[in-house]
Each structure stands twice: as C-alpha cells, then as structure tokens.
C-alpha cells in the first residue's frame, strides 16, 4: 500500500530565505508527482506536476525534484514571501488513478 | 468557466438527513474525482469517473455514499442518512485524460464543499 510522508510537518521561515519541503513515498511504481497548495478555508492550487520519466520541473521561483528509485521528492522555494505562506501537499498517482496525498508542510513565511 | 466548480460552498445538515454535493468540471475533461479532507483522516480518495462510468468507488466508506456523472460533465455525490462522521470538506477535481503517464493527469481542484452535521 502507498504511503506519502511530509516533512517537516511545519516550517517557519523569515522573509527571503530559500527552503526545501520533502515528500517521500513507499512504492516507487508511480504515474507522476503533484504538489499542491492550499490556502486556509480554500481548494488546492496545482503548483507542479512531475511525470514518472522527469527528475524535475521549474515554475517561476519553485523548483520541484523527483528521484522514484528513492522514493524521494523535494520543492525548493527561492526567495520566498509572506504571500508563500500555506499548507503544501504532494500526492502521487499510481496505476490506480488516484492521487495519494501526503499530511502536508504548514509553512509560515515571517515578515 | 475556467476552474472546477462546486455547490453548495457550505453545508449545514441535520443527522440522518440526505445531502447532495454538485460538481462541474473544467470544460473538456473526461476525468473527474471525489475526495474528502477531514481533520482526522487527511485528504483521502472516493471515487473517480472516466466519462460517465465509475471504474473505481473503493474509496466510498460506506453504502450510505453514491456519485453519479451525467452527460460526461457535471457530477453528483450524494450521502443518505448522515452521521456526524461525515462532517468533512469535499473536494471534486477533474483531469484531461485518465490514461498512464502523460501531462494530461494534471488534476485540478474545486474550493470544496464544507459539510457540517449536526
């Protein structure tokens, strides 16, 4: 069975800094790696999507890693704002079609 | 419209009471999937539709939940005879393609619908 894992569980970080979210998961025969963002009270904001044969995508200041034979993914936030500050997921899809969500990173970004 | 779509935004229900959650879908997409987020559990799977048909409802927790799609778009994920454990929010989202590794599996999300049973 599929476990996504979420570290850290929280992250406070001053305006500026440049920080790293991990997501690890227990069965490396996946279709893809999604992150995601959820602002309190909202859905989830689609960040990056990461297929099985791709090590990484970019999207303006985050950068999102996949290694599958690790079973390991990083989000890398440069640069990061007051306005970062949300829940991030990552959730995998396997040959099953559903997505499998980590517990999440609830990050802070301090003024 | 450009995003997925749900109603009711909030949902306020007496136990026991039938409740019926809407959900449209960006135009186009062929896939469409039902989650629940809730405080205990975390964000977990319900069921997905390919057109209209419904090859996986493994996630539904129990027979008192069901989901229709009509038309190949709009969906309806309905709970008879609520219980307080099916206090939760809602989250519907839909993809392009539902077929093995291709960029059209991005899944895209709704606001969700909060239920609340009293």
């Known amino acids: 069975k599929q476990e996504v894992t979420q570290i850290p569980a929280a992250l406070s970080v001053p305006e500026g800094e440049n920080l790293v979210l991990n997501c690890s998961f227990t069965d490396s025969a996946i279709y893809n790696l999604q992150w995601f963002r959820q602002d309190p009270g909202k859905g989830l904001t689609s960040l990056l999507l990461i297929q099985s044969s791709q090590r990484e995508q970019t999207s303006g200041r985050l950068n999102a890693s996949l290694d599958k034979s690790s079973g390991r993914s990083t989000l890398y936030i440069a640069a990061s704002q007051p306005g970062d500050s949300a829940t991030y997921l990552c959730?995998?899809?396997?040959?099953?079609?559903?997505?499998?969500f980590g517990s999440g990173t609830r990050l802070l970004v301090r003024p | 419209g450009a995003g997925v779509s749900q109603s009711p935004s909030n949902k306020v229900t007496e136990k026991g009471k039938d409740v019926e959650l809407r959900c449209d879908p960006i135009s186009g997409h062929t896939a469409l999937y039902w989650y629940r987020q809730s405080l205990g559990q975390g964000l977990e799977f319900l069921i997905y539709?390919?057109?209209?048909?419904?090859?996986?409802k493994s996630g539904l927790p129990s027979d008192r939940f069901s989901a229709e799609r009509t038309g190949g778009s709009v969906s309806t994920l309905t709970i008879q005879r609520t219980q307080q454990e099916d206090s939760a929010v809602y989250l519907c989202?839909?993809?392009?393609?539902?077929?093995?590794?291709?960029?059209?599996?991005?899944?895209?999300f709704g606001p969700g619908t909060r239920l609340t049973v009293l």
């Open positions: 959730a995998v899809r396997d040959s099953s079609y559903k997505l499998i």
């Open positions: 539709f390919q057109g209209n048909s419904a090859p996986d």
């Open positions: 989202a839909s993809s392009l393609v539902l077929a093995g590794d291709s960029t059209g599996n991005e899944q895209f």
